[in-house]
């Protein structure tokens, strides 16, 4: 086998435009790629030891500490497959995506790190085998989920997603702008999905009469997207974000955020990724219309904001 002296893996985040939270249940979610955000993984061979760094640190692979587990346990799993456990090396991560915000840092991170060792040990890798490597990383770091976010990391188009049975490329049929607020509060996602699961079992009925709804809205919302009927879905993120917060899911930032950006004209507005925190969305007209509620959230607490037009 030949050995580069250096492997070098990409991707992009990922936006749930509708479904979070009911798509681990079996319901149909939409996603959508964002490709202004992502992580670059590069690894290099080294004589010292295994390490990993950000901007923020550089730590020893077996001492990276509880919130790392996902990507220390793919990482021995890659060296394993290519039978190389104690070979040395250097793993730098390179990220724009904000992490704990819902933009599916993990799953970006979980997928540059296996493109990375197969460019490395100059190896093949099939998307099923992207899909599986990146998906063993997310069910470490977020419990059991739903693989929409590592689907969509992986994808160029936006996805029409049922858990374990349909992956579907679509093209959204129609133009507008969504205008991304970070609440700058970390959201867990392995909290929310337990605060859902946990409601379930104690509330079944009315539980799962709001993830039904959920599922009902990105049916609805798959038809709008794909006939031009912006307005419709707007009204549909709506209710969207009040069956998400009656799941428990919100956050008083996200929810003042979602206000202030429907009375500045927003088509409507929810939260986005699993919640407790993190990021929301509203869905503009025209780039003038986006501008205005960009600034008005990050006037009213908005740690930061992106615009992303289709
Ligand atoms: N730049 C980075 N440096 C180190 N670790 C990172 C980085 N980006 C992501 N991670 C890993 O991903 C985890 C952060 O992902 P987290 O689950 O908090 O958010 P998320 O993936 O953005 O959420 P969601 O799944 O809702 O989209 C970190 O604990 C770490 O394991
Ligand atoms: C909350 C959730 O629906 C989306 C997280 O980005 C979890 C999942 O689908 O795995």
Known sequence: MTINKMGVGIAHSK????????VVYGQPAIALPVTILKTTVTITSSKYGQYVENNEFRRRLDLMGDEFEGIRQLIMRLLAKFHSSKMPFSLEIDSNIPQGRGLGASA??????T?????????????????FYANFSENITHGKSSGIDVATVNSEHPL????DRTIEPFELNLHGFIVIGDTGVHGFTSQ??????????????????HLDKLGELATASKAFLMTDKLKEFGKVMDRAHDALTALGVS????????????????????????????????????????????????????????????
């Open 192 to 209: 929310a999905i337990n605060i859902v699961r946990e409601k379930l079992a104690e509330e079944k009925e009315n539980t799962q009469a």
């Open 108 to 113: 970006s991170l979980a997928t540059a790190i």
């Open 251 to 310: 956050h008083p930032r996200l929810d003042s955020l979602v206000e202030i950006a429907r009375n500045t004209g927003a088509l409507g507005a929810k939260l986005t990724g699993s919640g407790l925190g993190g990021v929301m969305v509203a869905l503009a007209e025209n780039e003038k219309d986006a501008i205005r509620i960009s600034q008005r959230l990050l006037k009213n607490g908005a740690k930061n904001t992106w615009i992303y037009s289709f």
């Open 15 to 22: 936006l749930i435009l509708i479904g979070e939270h009911s």
């Open 160 to 163: 029409w997603f049922v858990k």
């Open 115 to 131: 493109r990375a060792f197969f460019d490395f040990f100059e190896a093949e890798l099939s998307q099923k085998d992207l899909l």
